[in-house]
């Protein structure tokens, strides 16, 4: 017998996700959609001196799994820079795809449910993807500025 998809856990993250309203003048921006369900998620930051995320924007408009995962990526990138961004998106495709554990993220074991469902892990990875991009960006027009 599996879990079901849609627990309680994972209707609570959904329903709690930090920085949900966008950054004025973002550093960095990045947004991705799903294909195959046209979950985007949008994400804003700033970066510090050092690189590491400083603030996080958002607007989400996924589904309760990509909502979940939008949660619990935004709970726990602040202070984390572009390189450790990247590896926790790919660590999340992998575990994703069967090739890997539970990435080391907070909280991404609440979306183990999911796994047997390949046609919602675009949703689930689009937080993750989104602010690899935007933190990558920041990172960059910091060192030009």
Known sequence: MTAPLYNTDILRLAASIPYHERLPAPM???????????SRVTVDVDVDEEG??????M????????????????????G??????????????AWLRGEGGVPDWPGLE?????????????????AFEA???AAAEARARSAVG
Request: positive net charge.
């Open 28 to 38: 960095g921006s990045a947004e991705k959609r799903s294909p195959v369900c046209g």
């Open 110 to 126: 609440t979306l183990a449910p999911a796994l047997p469902h390949s046609a919602r892990h675009p949703s689930i990875r689009l």
């Open 80 to 93: 984390r820079g572009a390189e450790d961004l990247a590896a926790a998106r790919d660590a999340l495709a």
């Open 59 to 78: 607007l989400v408009r996924a589904c309760a799994l990509g909502q979940a995962s939008s949660a619990l990526m935004a709970a726990n990138a602040i």
């Open 52 to 57: 590491r995320v400083a603030a996080i924007g």
């Open 131 to 133: 602010i690899a991009d």
